[in-house]
């Protein structure tokens, strides 16, 4: 049994020797640059005989290609190709994604540009390559794609009806996948509960919307017979691996740079029909072909996240214990899983998620996946997380009104006590430590909740109705090999990190994850200099380039400071001991008579400075013939780690929303979000402060603004930033974040990630208060973007 009071000293304990900058709140020294302008994004790249790529994509939600006119386009100035489906084929196999683990999943074989078929609006189905953007777009103009359309799915509440036509006749059904489990007794404590609450709750489609949209480019040389790609990702190595697959290449054959990448969400880390189109027009024409996704086709383009219907019910006793939940999960993916990490993930994390703070024993749930003629859906920031914690957390609220307790209360009865880890949720998810009660005595004194309860019944009187709402979460981070690695997709779970010291006394550090805004540059060199033993000024940091960090997974799951951060360390310290026994060799002394000061090595008994660094990499790079016969001095180590503790190390976390709904109009005003966030170790409280409220707003984006609207033949609505709707700064509240550390056990760092909780919480605390404050009105809102007209109809006002 892990008790919070027996962490307590592990949590203050340093993890260095001289531990200056981790835990403390340290600027991010990279931002500057960026600030100033100095970034280096895709489009800032120009390459010698580059051309552009544009793409012909299909307009419609199901087509039947039957024949393409180029003749007209080629002929148009500057035009170096134009490539369909049939001739991409020769040269970029096409791919099938799904997992291994989960058993039954199917898809069908997608191309790079579409063959006879395009399933989805917006599937790249001819590429166009010109000397210029403009004479691309120009000549895009001139293609001529005969087409007949086909009938197309849409809805996937009807995707499995016998009538319903099939997208992919090969597999039967458009049924992608589907997963049962059953723990307990659940039929039984249904039928005896004191109190049964239910609900049906809907999630739109989103999308993640990044400044600088998914490119790339491609530069094959045919004299080396190598490929380099230039690329906003988040996965590089990854990347690498599926373009030799993709096109018979060895990983020495394929270099891929990510250099600044302005932003990502998930969005960056699948690998889509035009990267591979990309390459295969560079490794045809034998020159450098750069693709841009514009804004508007981003839209259709880029994958899309959380369409989901869920159909939900709770049990508990009149004491207050929570019994039994029971979910029905029905999710739409678009026509073909994604690939390499596929898009049943997203439902199955809701199946494993639900009821996941709580010691109810008995759960049943069910999942559907579906085939759609919609964008492909797949892991967008929080995969689950946010629909798992709104289903969960609206079913508690209902349960503790229909009790007449109060949902703080109730939620301090029900969740794990911080006495009971390790243990197993009734999914079967393993949990190392969390902390959800010392969480939730800190919110409540953090948001002074009986004066706001004071207030909200005061306000009430004067016909102001504000409302109050809860999210108590569970957040899956530092994935092990269990989460892709079984499943036969080739994602590395492991990272590691090369550090050198440099003859000057600098310390280069090589990651394998990378920066993509989120501040794992500034975490990495606050680790480095604390290992090593030298001023934060006296590090870099090198990322995001496959030819010289090792190999690794990148940035995904909430793993950049968990298992790159670990890395890090490992090599550090790893460095530093090297250190010593150079020093030792020197100045002819024990290693143990020596220490490691700032720079400095020092007499361990006196404090005297013997060495700087500085002379260490003189003598070590330039003077080896002074060090005695067979030493080798080693100041480049590389180290790498692999959780594999655990599936998963979960954090943990609560947030409050504060919110006051006008019944008049239907709008919603965020008065103030709270956040208690466990993530373990803090590295950088700053930095997890800014991700925690960057999470929350997206969060917040979800529960009342973004949705990609369709209509009944699957065309886009809203597929530009006119009509598709994100939370902004002056519609946001404040947002007072605090943290507990209960660091995870499975490292020496002992931290957790902290990327996805706040988007995970968000909705269902923001849900949880409109609801709050629509109860004296006997309405209540599941349907996320809950809009004003959502609550109108609630309130049966139209």
Request: aromatic share 6%; with cysteine.
């Amino acid at each position: 049994m892990n008790k919070p009071a027996d962490l307590k000293g592990l949590v203050l304990d340093p993890v260095t020797n001289d531990q200056r900058y981790i835990g403390n709140r340290e600027p991010r020294h990279g931002a500057r640059r960026l600030l100033e302008g100095q970034g280096t994004y895709i489009d800032d790249i120009q390459l010698p005989r580059m051309g552009h790529v544009v793409f012909w994509r299909s307009p419609v939600a199901h087509m039947k290609i039957n024949k393409i006119h180029t003749e007209q386009a080629s002929k148009m100035p500057g035009v170096l190709a134009v490539v369909d489906g049939v001739q991409m084929a020769k040269i970029c196999k096409p791919w099938v994604a799904t997992l291994g683990h989960l058993a039954g999943m199917k898809s069908a074989p997608q191309h790079a540009l579409a063959v006879d078929r395009a399933c989805w609006q917006g599937e790249p189905v001819v590429a166009v390559v010109a000397e210029t953007r403009a004479q691309a777009e120009d000549a895009l103009q001139l293609v001529d794609v005969e087409w007949e359309e086909l009938p197309a799915v849409i809805s996937m509440e009807s995707a499995l009806d016998p009538e319903t036509p099939l997208i992919h006749s090969e597999l039967g059904d458009n049924l992608c996948f589907t997963r049962s489990l059953d723990v307990g007794n659940v039929d039984e404590v249904f039928a005896s509960a004191d109190v049964v609450a239910e609900a049906t709750f809907g999630f739109g489609r989103h999308t993640g919307v990044t400044l600088e949209p998914r490119c790339q480019i491609a530069d094959y040389n045919p004299g080396e017979r190598r490929l380099t790609v230039y690329h906003s990702q988040q996965a590089p190595h990854m990347m690498q691996d599926l373009y030799c697959r993709q096109f018979g290449l060895s990983e020495s054959d394929v270099h891929v740079i990510c250099k600044d990448v302005g932003g990502s969400f998930g969005i960056k880390v699948h690998a889509y029909p035009d990267d591979f189109a990309t390459v295969g027009l560079a490794m045809m024409l034998e020159r450098p072909v750069k693709f841009v996704a514009d804004r508007l086709e981003s839209f259709t383009s880029d994958i899309h996240a959380r369409e989901h219907r869920i159909k939900g019910r709770i049990a508990a006793n009149k004491a207050g214990d929570i019994l039994a939940f029971e979910i029905d999960d029905l999710t739409g993916i678009g026509p073909y899983s994604m690939f390499p990490r596929t898009s049943a993930i997203e439902g199955n994390q809701v199946v494993n998620l639900v009821g996941g703070p709580y010691k109810h024993q008995n759960y049943r749930a069910h999942l559907n996946v579906v085939f759609q003629n919609k964008a492909p859906t797949c892991q967008y920031r929080g995969v689950g997380h946010p629909i798992a914690c709104a289903v969960t957390e609206g079913l508690v609220d209902l349960a503790a009104q229909k009790l007449q307790m109060d949902p703080l209360e109730f939620r301090k009865r029900n969740v794990i006590p911080d006495d009971a880890y390790p243990c197993s949720g009734i999914s079967g998810i393993k949990l190392e430590v969390l902390s959800h009660e010392q969480c939730l005595r800190t919110i409540e004194k953090m948001m002074d909740y009986s004066a706001l309860r004071k207030e909200q019944a005061e306000l009430r009187k004067k016909g102001i109705y504000r409302g109050i709402g809860f999210a108590t979460l569970i957040e899956l981070t530092n994935p092990s090999p269990a989460f892709y690695g079984v499943g036969g997709a080739r994602i590395a779970s492991q990272d590691g990190a090369s550090v050198r010291l440099d003859p000057s006394g600098v310390v280069s550090v090589l990651v394998g994850v990378g920066e993509q805004g989120q501040g794992t540059e500034g975490i990495y060199a606050q680790i480095a200099a604390d290992a090593v033993g030298v001023s934060i000024n006296q590090v870099r940091i090198v990322t995001g380039d496959t030819d010289v960090t090792p190999y690794g997974g990148g940035t995904w799951a909430s793993r950049g400071a968990g298992v790159g951060g670990e890395a890090v360390l490992l090599a550090c310290q790893a460095l530093q001991e090297n250190i010593l026994k150079l020093a030792g060799a020197i100045l002819n002394r024990p290693v143990s008579e020596l220490s490691v000061h700032r720079s400095h090595v020092l007499d361990k008994a006196t404090g005297e400075q013997l060495l700087p660094f500085s002379e260490i990499g003189r003598i070590g790079y330039f003077r080896t013939d002074t060090l005695p016969a067979g030493f080798s001095a080693d100041l480049m180590v590389t180290r790498h780690y692999t959780q594999k503790d655990y599936p998963f190390i979960f954090t943990n976390g609560v947030q409050a929303s504060y919110v006051e709904v006008d019944p008049d109009t239907g709008f919603v005003k965020l008065l103030k979000h709270w956040a208690v966030e466990d993530c373990g170790r803090v590295i950088n409280p700053m930095l997890v402060d800014e991700q925690v409220r960057g999470a929350i707003v997206q969060g917040i984006g979800g529960a009342l603004f973004e949705e990609c609207l369709y209509d009944d033949s699957g065309l886009l609505r809203n597929g530009s930033m006119a009509d598709y709707l994100v939370p902004m700064a002056n519609e946001m509240p404040d947002i007072e974040v605090a943290h507990v550390e209960t660091p995870t056990q499975s490292s020496k760092l002992g931290a957790k990630g902290a990327g996805e909780a706040g988007t995970a919480g968000a909705p269902g605390a923001v849900q949880n208060a409109i609801n709050d404050a629509l109860a004296p009105f006997n309405a209540s809102v599941f349907e996320q973007p809950i809009t004003s007209e959502k609550i109108l109809r609630a309130l049966k006002k139209i």
